[in-house]
């Protein structure tokens, strides 16, 4: 046996441990890696006996990573991603495939990315396509892909950033909620309403807190306001009237198109996000990953913004959402500690 061989624990324990700390639960990794929770547990408690040391603290109904495990899981996400990436790219070549691969969040996937891969594969008719959502930090991604259009910084550890376009954000509600706002609609009014807030993993996403701050409103915020980690869900509740959202330029314009939703005039918060589009060094799709690029980017310039004549900037630039799950119990913030 190689001294490599006797180093490295054994591959199945590192994808289970990898997801189990994704998901801080058993039987979320195993739902997702297709196994049962007992499988799961096994390879982790192999991974911990061959490290000898404790990689979680088992709890009632979750997992919580310890110290060692937040180590680990570093130098297990680049190992495996760079391992699967090249893996992918060794099967394109050997099927000699014209195909794309395109990751993005749920929020941006028929409003950017969609348009642009009509027009792409009205180019390319045998271009074989893959969309791939996926809300995950970009540089965490288990997922090989060609191009990602996700919110972000402008940095990657692993990847070509090129920035698209930066994004706005505004109140919104359903027609019934908007009859009934006072005119004009002022954030010392609009604080004390009931709030509709989205409990983002990353504590940089702008949240009801400093938006309301940024126009000069002072705490304590409403005390009714009810909290979700899905911006999806959230913005759903307030199609229904029951409290007013933040909403994103892009990905809630369909829904203001639509009528179902109503943008709350006079409170804009400009450059509050910014999109990207993160780029592979390499790759057997890199040449129609760039051309989609250029179409997401033809798409906007084509595409009217929102406008308001009250908007304010904030600088430098916060991220925004990507889709989470489920309602969570209310609360007065939206905020919470940075996490994984």
Do not use: K
């Not at 809300?135 to 920035?163: K, M």
């Not at 229904?240 to 005039?265: D, H």
Request: with cysteine; charged share 20%; glycine share 4%.
């Amino acid at each position: 046996m190689s001294e490599l061989e006797r180093s490295l624990p054994p591959l199945a324990t590192l994808v289970a441990f990898e997801a189990a700390y994704r998901h801080h639960n058993f039987s979320r990794a195993a739902a997702e890696l297709f196994q049962s929770p007992t499988t799961v547990s096994r390879r982790v408690r192999e991974l911990e006996d061959d490290l000898g040391l404790c990689l979680f603290e088992r709890q009632r109904h979750d997992v919580a990573p310890t110290s060692d495990a937040d180590e680990l899981v570093a130098s297990v996400r680049l190992s495996l991603n760079e391992l699967a990436a090249t893996a992918e790219r060794l099967r394109r070549r050997a099927a000699d495939e014209e195909s794309l691969t395109v990751l993005a969040s749920l929020s941006l996937t028929s409003v950017l990315v969609v348009p642009a891969l009509e027009q792409l594969q009205h180019r390319y008719r045998d271009l074989n396509v893959q969309v791939i959502s996926a809300c995950e930090p970009i540089d965490s991604t288990r997922h090989p892909f060609d191009v990602a259009l996700q919110y972000g910084t402008g940095e990657s550890a692993r990847f070509d950033v090129e920035f698209i376009t930066n994004e706005s954000v505004f109140p919104v509600c359903s027609p019934s909620v908007a009859e009934r706002l006072p005119d004009p609609v002022t954030v010392e009014a609009l604080s004390t309403m009931p709030l509709l807030h989205v409990d983002y993993a990353d504590s940089t996403w702008t949240t009801w807190p400093p938006f309301l701050t940024a126009f000069g409103a002072d705490g304590p915020f409403d005390q009714r306001s009810l909290v979700f980690s899905s911006y999806a869900t959230c913005l759903d509740v307030a199609e229904r009237g029951e409290g007013i959202a933040l909403g994103w330029e892009f990905s809630v314009g369909p829904r203001i198109s639509s009528r179902a939703l109503v943008r709350v005039p006079g409170l804009t918060l400009a450059h509050a996000g910014r999109i990207n589009a993160y780029l592979p060094d390499e790759g057997p799709g890199r040449g129609y990953a760039s051309e989609f690029v250029s179409l997401v980017r033809s798409h906007l310039s084509n595409t009217a913004s929102p406008e308001d004549a009250g908007a304010i900037s904030t600088e430098p630039p916060t991220q925004s959402p990507d889709e989470g799950s489920s309602m969570r119990s209310p609360r007065a913030s939206a905020r919470r500690a940075p996490q994984s």
